[in-house]
C-alpha cells in the first residue's frame, strides 16, 4: 500500500515561491500604472517607460552603478583569485589565521566597514568619488571570489598541473594552461556575485560616495523620503528584462559548449 505523499513540502515551496516573485510580478506590473499612487490602480500606460527614457539623472546613476561593479569584480576577481592560489600553496601554521582575516569582511556589519572606509579615506586624503567607491566595493567583493576559487582548487586534481610540470612546462605556464581554466568556472562566478552585490550596496556607498557621484541604489534610497514614481518600477523592470535575457544566453552558449 502506498504512502500518502506528505503535503507540507509543497505548502514550504508554494509560500517561498510567493515571498520570492509575487513582489517582483507587483514592480512589473505597476510599472505600467497609469496613476502616480504606488497603491492605487490608474488603468494600463506607458507614460512612466516615457518618463524613465527622459531621466537624465536616473540613467547617470544606472550608468555609474554599472561602470562601478564591473570594474570592482574585475579588479576583485584578480585579487581574489591569486590570493586562493597563493593561500592553497602556503604551508605556513598562520595560513588559517590569514585566511580568516580575508573572509571578515563578509561577516562584519556593512555599515561599520562604511564608517572604516570613510575614516580610512580621509586620512589619505583622497577626494570622495569613484575612487573612494571603487576602492571600498573592492574590499568587501573580493572575499566572494576569494571564497568560491578556493572551494574549486580544493578539488582540483593535483596530479594534472604536476604532470604539465613533468612535460617540462614552467610554473606559470602550467598554471595558465592547466590550473586557471580549470577554476574559471569558480572565478566567473566569484566575480558575477562580486558584481550583484556592489550594484545592490547601498550602506557602504552612503559613505564613500561623493557629492557628484551617485549610484543607482544611493540615488533611489535618497528618493524615498519625496516618494518613489513607477519610473523606478520601469527601470526595475527593464534591469529585470536584461537579466532574463543574460542569464538565457548564458544558458544557450553553456549548451553549446558542452555538446
Not at 581574489?80 to 580568516?100: D, F, H, N, Q
Not at 569613484?130 to 573580493?142: A, D, P, R, Y
Amino acid at each position: 500500500m502506498k504512502k500518502k505523499a506528505s503535503v507540507f513540502p509543497k505548502i514550504y515551496l508554494g509560500v517561498i515561491l510567493a515571498l520570492t516573485y509575487v513582489p517582483i510580478i507587483i514592480v512589473i506590473i505597476y510599472s505600467f500604472n497609469a496613476s502616480k499612487s504606488a497603491t492605487a490602480w490608474g488603468g494600463w500606460s506607458l507614460d512612466w517607460y516615457a518618463k524613465l527614457f527622459r531621466n537624465a539623472d536616473l540613467f547617470d546613476a544606472l550608468k555609474n552603478s554599472v561602470v562601478l561593479a564591473l570594474m570592482s569584480s574585475l579588479a576583485a576577481g584578480v585579487i581574489g583569485t591569486a590570493g586562493a592560489v597563493g593561500m592553497a600553496r602556503c604551508k605556513s601554521r598562520l595560513a588559517g589565521a590569514v585566511e580568516y582575516v580575508s573572509t571578515l569582511p563578509i561577516m562584519i556589519p556593512e555599515i561599520i566597514l562604511g564608517m572604516v572606509f570613510m575614516a580610512f579615506f580621509t586620512l589619505l586624503g583622497l577626494k570622495f568619488g569613484m575612487l573612494t567607491l571603487f576602492l571600498g566595493h573592492t574590499s568587501f567583493c573580493i572575499p566572494y571570489v576569494y571564497m568560491i576559487v578556493k572551494a574549486r582548487l580544493v578539488g582540483l586534481d593535483k596530479s594534472l598541473p604536476e604532470a604539465a610540470r613533468d612535460l617540462g612546462a614552467s610554473g606559470f605556464r602550467a598554471f595558465w594552461d592547466v590550473t586557471l581554466p580549470l577554476i574559471m568556472p569558480g572565478i566567473l562566478s566569484g566575480m558575477l556575485l562580486a558584481f550583484a552585490m556592489s550594484l545592490d550596496d547601498v550602506v557602504i556607498s552612503i559613505f564613500v560616495t561623493g557629492a557628484r557621484t551617485v549610484t543607482l541604489p544611493v540615488k533611489i534610497y535618497t528618493q524615498i523620503k519625496t516618494g518613489i514614481t513607477p519610473e523606478i518600477n520601469a527601470l526595475c523592470t527593464l534591469m529585470l528584462l536584461a537579466t532574463f535575457v543574460l542569464v538565457t544566453l548564458s544558458g544557450i552558449l553553456g549548451k553549446k559548449r558542452n555538446s
